[in-house]
């Protein structure tokens, strides 16, 4: 099955710089790989998503690159702010109809 | 668009007893959801996948006849912990996806306690 392994575990950043935390997948089938926000106490929030057709995908601050021969994706945050602080979950899968793999978590800090 | 609740957001239930926790897509229908359990300061682990209509699939080390998943219509799935032990105590999460659709939105989670 898929093994999904994410790197920091935590990650404390300046008010304004940019965070990037990494993510590496096994299963070569996986197609589908979203990132997801959770605040404390709270679920899950999905942030941006990229499918295995696309090298990059960009929202505003957030974005995501993906390197299909590697086997690795990334989160890329600028200009971080207090309220991105939370914990970020990468995933990985087959797309529709299939199951996701969770990554560890990166515990991201944005100091003010 | 993409709402999916849960309820109740909190529990506290006598060792022994059951608990029903319900999941709904408000705003799309749910052919699949997902339950997750979620340890302190931990992952989210897969406990079960429920296709509406099916019987659910349990992941390897779930107890289904102890966490029982119903997906009886396409906007509500249950997870019912039944004789719930302190060691059941967690924040249960369960997530929702469209029929063919790839993207899982989920709910705010249920935290229970297990006296």
């Known amino acids: 099955g898929e093994n999904v392994e994410q790197h920091p575990s935590t990650l404390s950043v300046q008010e304004g710089d940019s965070a990037v935390i990494k993510c590496t997948y096994s299963d070569s089938a996986s197609n589908y790989f979203p990132w997801y926000k959770q605040e404390l106490g709270k679920g899950p929030q999905l942030i941006i998503d990229i499918r295995s057709n696309v090298g990059e995908k960009k929202d505003q601050r957030i974005a995501v690159t993906l390197n299909k021969t590697a086997k690795h994706f990334s989160l890329h945050i600028t200009e971080t702010q207090p309220e991105d602080s939370a914990v970020y979950f990468c995933?990985?899968?087959?797309?529709?109809?299939?199951?996701?793999?969770f990554g560890g978590g990166t515990r991201l800090m944005v100091k003010p | 668009g993409a709402v999916v609740s849960q309820h109740p957001s909190r529990v506290i239930c006598k060792s022994g007893t059951s608990v029903k926790i319900e999941c709904r897509s408000l705003d799309f229908q749910a052919t699949t959801m997902f339950w997750y359990r979620q340890f302190p300061k931990k992952s989210l682990m897969l406990m079960a996948t429920?296709?509406?209509?099916?019987?659910?699939?349990?992941e390897q080390g779930v107890e289904k006849d102890k966490f029982l998943i119903n997906h009886a219509s396409l906007t509500l799935s249950t997870l019912t912990v039944t004789s719930a032990h302190p060691e059941d105590s967690s924040f249960y999460i369960c997530?929702?996806?469209?029929?063919?659709?790839?993207?899982?939105?989920f709910g705010p989670g249920t935290r229970l306690t297990v006296t």
């Open positions: 995933a990985g899968g087959q797309g529709a109809g299939n199951m996701l793999t």
């Open positions: 429920s296709n509406e209509g099916s019987k659910a699939t349990y």
């Open positions: 997530s929702a996806r469209a029929g063919g659709g790839y993207e899982q939105y």
